[in-house]
């Protein structure tokens, strides 16, 4: 399936965009938890294009959602699926390994994501107020709540990971 079709088309169905604009978003809270590089973006606004589901002006280099891309969008909103299974995180490759590694250095890894997670978790905590001003966007906000009881579940972890280093 290709979801950056439908991240795109979702966009496009809320507001015509330019490409930086698309780029802006996705690379946002999108990119929260569903990334894409941008090198797929452009080819993928060219296929919405052949298939009829965007139009591209160039007097305005806005991108236009068509009424076929909205109903195609919309198939896919409504589509119940099962839960995604497989979740990308390196530090997780590293941590399964880091018997291969001396302990002191595990744990600098452990505190070095933990402050970069808490970071994070204070930059989203941050921005939720600012979405919370606008009732039009529930579907931001429960996302954003969604994005920071992540973040902070993954704190916790990595918190209890590091207590059994602490002999």
Not at 1 to 12: C, P, Q, V
Not at 63 to 90: N, P, Q, S
Not at 99 to 125: C, F, M, P, W
Request: charged share 30%; net charge negative.
């Amino acid at each position: 399936m290709r979801t950056l079709k439908y991240a795109i088309l979702g966009l496009l169905t809320e507001d015509d965009m330019t490409y930086a604009d698309i780029k802006e978003e996705i690379n946002g809270l999108i990119g929260q938890f569903w990334s894409a590089k941008n090198s797929q973006i452009a080819p993928e606004l060219r296929k919405l294009s052949q298939e009829g589901a965007i139009i591209y002006t160039q007097e305005s280099t806005l991108y236009h959602v068509t009424e076929y891309g909205r109903e195609e969008f919309l198939r896919w909103a409504i589509r119940d699926e099962a839960c995604d299974t497989i979740e990308k995180d390196a530090f997780c490759m590293r941590l399964l390994f880091s018997d291969n590694i001396e302990r002191s250095q595990t744990v600098q890894l452990l505190k070095s994501q933990i402050g970069q997670h808490k970071a994070k978790l204070k930059y989203l905590e941050l921005s939720l107020p600012l979405l919370l001003k606008d009732p039009s966007n529930i579907g931001e906000q429960l996302v954003q709540k969604r994005i920071i009881s992540k973040e902070q579940a993954y704190i916790d972890w990595l918190e209890e990971c590091l207590s059994y280093f602490n002999d």
